[in-house]
């Protein structure tokens, strides 16, 4: 057992919390996180990287290939700062389940600390750390009211700064009540006053970009992503709360527990193991934009299959043809025949087109897997695969289905619980349902 997990003595409640937000579950591999963690100031440089968005992760684990990596659990640097965080935190743990408002408050004040020695500096990490918490604390207040039978709806960035003369300050209800589902985003200090908090409208959202219905429709990053240095609390009308980093989900709140995320990461991690699937670079976009249904699909509660195949390689004896009346194919045929106000045809690629974004993840919420080719080209829907040679395997039909898929591409399984694994494998390596969501 590793060192500091045999040191801390942790309960069974802190190891499932622990192994529910990273989703790696074998506590040998926490042995070289130790090592890691141990240098001094490290979380520092893992939250610079994070910034840059040029994380070298053979600078954190030099011995591991990515394969290597990637099939032991880990593709985000968010669970290395969670897990250092979760050490430091964890005698508030068992008190504060499932909500950890001291453990996610000092991994999001990381990206504003200055890491300097001098007593002023470590006083205002400490406040910045605790209102940080009063903040989360807060959210969670209102994620429970409602008004006129509305769920309320809120983004807040972070970090704080003082109030705009010009700008009213607001209650916080009414803020997210009037301004939130996509509206604008909010500050000010004194939303940490729960429900007597007050806040500001720091800006509006142009065409309604930010909202989650205009991210589903095009598939797109919301326009806020140049943001480096904030850090966006979000409360959605479904009662999920996300917190992300440059408009990069790395925290979300859903079925009773907090869940890292990461997609930019996990998006990173899929065009990394397609490269070494197919032996040459896929289009970052068509990764980008099938990260982004996947994801969708989980924050929906929708399950399905997301596959990616070479086309001239990909042998059809494995799934079965629709035929020329299921629903598959006329949705299939529906997308690429479909035109446009303007009158211009979908066409073949439909996965790189303006908003058909809910188009496609509905026809992925029928039974069987979408099937993209590397250039986003859609192939098929409804696609229903084979068993090998009649032998069942172990698991469910939809594991069994992206394992045998990921012979021959990268696979995205997703749950009706929000749980996305990814599948691929040759005769060398293999992926075999690693959760990255």
Not at 38 to 58: F, G, M, P, V
Not at 385 to 393: A, C, N, S, Y
Request: aromatic residues 10%.
């Amino acid at each position: 057992m590793p060192e500091k997990i045999q040191k801390y003595r942790f309960n069974e409640m802190q190891i499932e919390i622990l192994r529910q937000m990273t989703g790696v579950k074998d506590k040998k591999v926490w042995q070289k996180v130790d090592e890691l963690m141990s240098r001094k100031e490290i979380h520092y440089d893992i939250a610079n990287s994070i910034r840059q968005n040029d994380l070298d992760w053979t600078f954190i684990f030099p011995e591991w290939e990515d394969i290597e990596r990637i099939s032991k659990g880990f593709y985000s640097p968010f669970q290395l700062l969670f897990y250092e965080k979760f050490i430091e935190t964890r005698e508030l743990v068992k008190y504060e389940a499932p909500f950890l408002f001291t453990t996610l408050s000092r991994t999001i004040s990381i990206f504003h600390e200055k890491p300097e020695s001098k007593k002023k500096s470590i006083r205002k990490i400490k406040e910045l750390r605790d209102t940080n918490r009063k903040l989360l604390q807060s959210i969670f207040w209102i994620r429970e009211t409602t008004e006129e039978r509305e769920a309320p709806s809120l983004e807040i960035y972070l970090p704080f700064d003082e109030l705009e003369e010009s700008m009213p300050n607001i209650p916080i209800g009414l803020l997210a009540n009037v301004f939130g589902r996509g509206i604008a985003v909010t500050s000010g200090k004194n939303l940490i006053k729960g429900l007597a908090g007050r806040g500001y409208v720091k800006l509006f959202y142009s065409k309604h970009n930010g909202a989650p219905l205009a991210q589903l429709y095009d598939l797109k990053e919301d326009p806020c992503s140049n943001l480096k240095e904030f850090i966006s609390l979000i409360l959605k009308r479904d009662r999920h709360i996300t917190i992300a980093q440059q408009s990069n989900p790395i925290f979300e709140f859903y079925d009773g527990g907090w869940h890292i995320v990461d997609y930019r990461s996990w998006s990173d991690t899929i065009g990394q193991i397609a490269y070494k699937k197919f032996g040459k670079t896929i289009n970052s976009n068509v990764i980008d934009r099938i990260t982004r249904l996947a994801y969708h699909m989980a924050t929906h509660w929708h399950g399905g299959i997301l596959a990616i195949v070479d086309e001239i390689t990909f042998d059809k004896t494995y799934v079965e043809q629709q035929s020329s009346n299921s629903n598959g194919h006329l949705i299939c045929q529906s997308l690429k025949n479909g035109r446009y106000e303007e009158g211009e045809v979908i066409g073949e690629n439909v996965l790189m087109s303006e908003g058909i974004g809910r188009a496609l993840m509905n026809a992925a919420l029928q039974d069987g897997a979408t099937i993209f080719n590397i250039d986003g080209k859609l192939l098929m829907t409804s696609a229903m695969v084979r068993e090998q040679g009649g032998k069942i395997e172990e698991g469910g039909a939809r594991h069994r289905a992206a394992k045998r898929l990921g012979n021959m591409g990268v696979v995205l399984a997703i749950s009706h619980d929000g749980g996305i694994r990814l599948f691929s494998n040759n005769e060398e390596w293999n992926v075999d349902g690693i959760r990255i969501h």
